[in-house]
């Protein structure tokens, strides 16, 4: 395989030495077009990351598919609270510890039942929360210079153009699911207070708020990087340093997600926490189910 | 050759094979210098070679000249421009020019019935080629310099061939001798005779006249930035080679390659001709060349917008060396210096807000300073999109402008421009804010974050003091 290719190159370059200037002249043609249409592209991909940066999808389009999840979950729960208030009414049918599991099945569905048929307004509020987290860290980041510095190098923009278009695909993916967020978002939570499905519901809930808050940690991430840049900006003022440092910020980004749901883990573990120091003062039927869930 | 050259020859012969595109056309044009000797050799050998009359040529059969023609069959520089269909040529060359005839006297008139007419013998000629460019005389052979003065745009070249023969002239005479009519032939004496065929063809002087302007859009302050400039030259004729220089960074550029067609089809001689293939020569500045030509006139915009890096835009302003040079299609070159010496000032925005979170209705009050170093600018309009709305404010003496407008949700990015004035260059900022659709959102919202520093220090120190053993 080696030796056809050193065949093919080696014609290749007699190829070439006959074309002579011209040969030379059409190939830097063809050159410059690549190598403009890659810059442009990768200028245009930035000012997509920076509006995507800032950028939220309006919930409207997908209030009626909410709705649709929203009205069979309640028909549910009237089942489950029907079916439980029949049996606690007819008393001699059930035992007393049975009895008291019921009670708190029924108050866990009034409770779930609240917050199912506030999801909506409530997975907005969350992408409110997002959006003034990153508007209190961000600072618009200027990417001109690291575009220029990675413009050098044919290879590296090409490089630079792959990860940052997978950047933008991971954004775009972001956004589609803050979309489709607001319609899981109630089964989440359905999901969560019933028991043998808690984990489940626990996961769906901690992936979709996780991902309303990649973006906040974008935002977090371009700051940091770009102070750290600033700091030592003054003594790198090198192409090369550039062009690999705007690279490693691009990589950064694409590791946010996993920060995400990382943090996302330890919020939920903060929230545990509130809740079981809330639930010791004021008993509550959820943390009962949580315990029983738990066993 | 490059291995640039080498990946993408490899890549296009590949693409070429792939769609069986075998015909490739015969590559018979020149990138760099027309081949002016070659042409000129071979259409001198041409010329020598063929001893036709030139199919366009008409020949002339008037006294004294009988199938006469003059013809001027090629100049050494000249070139022939395909974009506007004209021909321009050099102030200094040489020309080459070929005649034929044959000289005549007049026709006899002899009636020998009657004892009337005239007849003529030939019986010597004397010629003589004159070439002229511009109405001054050039000189008198078939391959002849020629030179014009710098203030003349076009060139007329003109070869005259005048001819004067000499003709014994007879004429019939009649005499009686014995009452006998006789008719004779007598001499008459000598007859000089003259006339002038010509030929003239005119050129166009390839005369640039460029004007170059180079300006910057942005310039970098820092390394997190670029600047944006743009140079433009405009050239009355096409140029065979730009050669821009800002600072350390070149760029060679050519609008044209060159090809050689065959004219004058008995003779097949050769012109240079201009083909449009606009190509990089050479470069390492970033840039993006572009012209635009009219082809009624043959001017000639060529825009370059280039990007530097911070380092290289410090160098070169610091150097201020930027210039072009223009090499016209007859290798004479036009340099254009000091192209840096603007007092550029890049602007700065600086921008405060009366808050981060607003509910649907508040008041967005925002302050914008604009700068240039640590001097404010004044009486310069600033702009600010949001929520597809534009609101403008002239800036006072602090270089500041306060512009008030109300928040709607869900629009959250606000856009702060100085579009660029004078040699006060533009600059923006984007601005994010929250907004939400109740004001009990909003109150939420600011409360929230201080919440969850809180939170999440209680949650850290509990379990640093765990770690630590303070606590179990």
């Known amino acids: 395989m080696a030796v056809v290719l050193t065949l093919a190159f080696l014609s290749c370059l007699v190829s070439a030495d006959l074309i002579g200037d011209l040969g030379t002249a059409l190939v830097d043609i063809v050159y410059t077009e690549i190598y403009n249409a890659f810059y442009d592209l990768l200028s245009g991909m930035m000012d997509i990351i920076l509006d995507m940066l800032i950028w939220n999808p309006p919930l409207s389009p997908a209030y009626d598919a909410w709705n649709s999840v929203r009205t069979v979950i309640t028909s549910i729960y009237l089942v489950v609270i029907t079916f439980a208030g029949l049996k606690l009414m007819t008393g001699t049918l059930v035992g007393a510890n049975e009895r008291s599991t019921l009670k708190k099945w029924v108050g866990g569905s009034i409770l779930s039942l609240i917050l199912v048929n506030m999801s909506f307004a409530l997975y907005e509020f969350i992408i409110e929360f997002n959006v003034a987290l990153s508007a209190l860290m961000f600072h618009e980041p200027p990417l001109s210079g690291f575009l220029a510095a990675v413009a050098a190098f044919l290879i590296l923009m090409i490089l630079f153009t792959g990860v940052v278009l997978v950047v933008i695909t991971m954004l775009i993916g972001r956004l589609i699911l803050v979309l489709v967020g607001v319609v899981f978002f109630p089964i989440g939570i359905f999901l969560y207070y019933l028991p043998p499905t808690k984990r489940f519901g626990k996961l769906m809930c901690t992936l979709m708020i996780a991902n309303i808050f990649i973006q906040f940690l974008e935002v977090v991430c371009l700051r940091i990087a770009m102070d750290a840049f600033g700091a030592m900006g003054g003594s790198f003022e090198g192409t090369i340093f550039n062009a690999v440092f705007g690279m490693a910020m691009m990589m950064l980004m694409l590791t946010v997600p996993i920060f995400a749901y990382g943090l996302a883990t330890i919020g939920g573990m903060i929230l545990h926490k509130t809740t079981e120091i809330v639930t010791n003062v004021i008993p509550m039927p959820v943390e009962s189910f949580r315990i029983r869930g738990k066993q | ?472």
């Open chain 2, 1 to 472: 050759m490059r291995l640039k050259h080498l990946i993408l020859l490899v890549l296009i012969s590949q693409t070429a094979n792939a769609f069986n595109y075998t015909n490739l056309p015969e590559l018979n044009l020149t990138i760099e210098t027309p081949p002016y000797e070659i042409v000129w050799d071979y259409n001198i050998d041409q010329s020598n070679a063929v001893d036709e009359v030139p199919l366009e040529v008409k020949p002339i059969d008037d006294m004294p000249f009988k199938n006469a023609w003059i013809k001027i069959m090629a100049l050494e520089k000249t070139i022939h421009d395909t974009e506007t269909n004209i021909s321009v040529a050099s102030r200094e060359g040489r020309i080459l020019v070929k005649y034929d005839y044959i000289s005549t006297c007049p026709p006899s008139t002899y009636d020998w019935d009657r004892c009337r007419g005239r007849r003529y013998k030939l019986v010597g000629w004397n010629e003589e080629l004159r070439i002229y460019a511009n109405g001054e005389y050039e000189g008198n052979s078939k391959i002849e310099s020629y030179s014009i003065p710098c203030t003349e745009n076009t060139l007329e070249l003109r070869a005259e061939l005048y001819l004067e023969v000499e003709c014994k002239r007879y004429s019939l005479e009649e005499y009686e001798i014995n009452e006998t009519e006789y008719c004779e032939e007598e001499y008459d004496g000598l007859r000089y005779y003259d006339g002038i065929i010509e030929d003239s063809v005119t050129y166009l002087t390839s005369d640039m006249y460029p004007e170059a302007n180079l300006t910057f859009k942005a310039i970098a302050e820092n390394p997190f930035e670029a600047s944006k400039g743009i140079l433009t030259v405009e050239a009355k004729a096409p140029y065979s080679k730009l050669e821009a220089r800002i600072g350390g960074k070149s760029l060679t550029y050519s609008g044209n390659a060159y090809d050689i067609e065959a004219y004058l089809p008995n003779y097949n001689l050769l012109r240079i001709s201009t083909y449009d293939l606009p190509h990089i020569i050479e470069s390492n500045l970033f840039s993006r060349i572009y012209d635009i030509r009219d082809n009624t006139t043959g001017e000639i915009n060529t825009t370059i917008e280039f990007i530097l890096t911070y380092e290289e835009t410090k160098n070169i302003l610091s150097s201020k060396n930027c210039e072009i040079t223009l090499t016209d299609l007859f290798q004479n070159e036009v340099t254009i210096e000091n192209l840096c010496e603007g007092d550029w000032k890049q602007t700065k925005i600086e921008t405060v807000t009366n808050g981060k979170i607003y509910a649907n209705g508040d008041e967005i009050q925002i302050r914008a300073v604009l700068t240039h170093e640590v001097n404010p600018i004044a009486d310069k309009q600033v702009l600010i999109y949001y929520a597809g709305d534009e609101f403008s404010g002239i800036t006072d003496e602090r270089g500041m402008v306060l512009l008030t407008f109300t928040a709607e949700y869900p629009y959250n990015r606000i856009d702060v421009i100085f579009p660029g004035e004078d040699h006060y260059l533009s600059s923006s900022r984007t601005l994010l804010i929250a907004t939400t659709g109740s004001r009990l959102n909003a109150i939420i919202l600011r409360i929230l974050p201080p919440l969850l520093i809180l939170l999440v220090s209680i949650f850290g120190i509990q379990y640093m003091l765990r770690f630590a053993g303070v606590v179990k």
